[in-house]
């Protein structure tokens, strides 16, 4: 593990999503930053191996299955990490959703509950249950993930554009209602990253490979790392004079 200059130093992070993609980079770096990390993902086999790479090197980590659909799974999460850890410093509440995008008036209103139940409704219900634990503690940071697709439209995929457009709301409300209660709260704006759920993406529709790239200024897709140090960032004491922030990961996409 990192040394006393740690970002995360003695903090108690809660991960979403951790399974695999940004998540899973997330839990490593957050570990490596000094951070007791608490995992959640609805994948148990994948988390618990995850779980016992991070313990092997050295670090603090507790795995919870779960899905952030649920109300009573995320509650029982984070009384998992009151419990072991004793309190909850920071978020990253990263689990989504996305499809290959359709015209809206083709897409089907199974692909809309699923797209909003996970990124929204997953939102809400742990913000609803992690915000209480940190003001508890006198205060706390949370970072949501958005996407590109939270601040522009898209030729589809209305679904995950309202979707992501609305985790911001969210970000920016909690921030607004709980900033002189010591909570920070943040949204990434991400990019095109090489993760589980883009590869779904590319099998089914390979052509969108190049235009993810295109995309960028960069003219590349990010690694998951490469945003897990946004996340790691936002979670830390560094970006103490941040929040109701939307901040682009996006190699530039959203500037050009």
Not at 36 to 63: K, N, P, T
Request: aromatic content about 4%; charged content about 20%.
């Amino acid at each position: 593990m990192s040394s006393g200059q740690s970002m995360l130093k003695d903090r108690v992070a809660m991960i979403t999503g951790a399974s695999s993609g940004i998540g899973a980079a997330a839990a490593r770096l957050f570990a490596e930053e000094g951070a007791a990390v608490v995992l959640m993902a609805r994948r148990e086999e994948q988390l618990g191996a995850l779980a016992d790479d991070i313990a092997a090197s050295g670090g603090r980590v507790l795995a919870v299955p779960g899905d952030v659909t649920s109300a009573a799974d995320v509650e029982r999460v984070v009384g998992a990490a009151l419990k072991e850890f004793g309190r909850l410093d920071c978020s990253f509440n990263n689990a989504g959703y996305a499809t290959v995008g359709t015209a809206l008036h083709e897409t089907d209103a199974g692909v809309y509950d699923r797209t909003m139940d996970v990124n929204v409704r997953g939102v809400w219900n742990c913000m609803h249950h992690q915000i209480p634990a940190m003001l508890e503690r006198g205060g706390g940071t949370i970072v949501n993930t958005s996407s590109v697709a939270g601040i522009r439209a898209s030729g589809a995929g209305a679904a995950y554009v309202a979707a992501k457009h609305a985790v911001i709301g969210l970000t920016r409300a909690a921030a607004a209602e709980y900033g002189e209660r010591g909570i920070r709260v943040n949204a990434l704006v991400v990019g095109s990253t090489r993760t589980e759920m883009m590869e779904e993406v590319l099998r089914k529709a390979p052509e969108l490979e190049e235009r993810f790239a295109a995309d960028a200024i960069q003219k590349r897709v990010a690694a998951p790392v490469e945003v897990a140090q946004a996340a790691a960032w936002l979670c830390s004491d560094r970006s103490s004079f941040v929040t109701g922030a939307a901040m682009p990961v996006d190699g530039g996409a959203t500037a050009a």
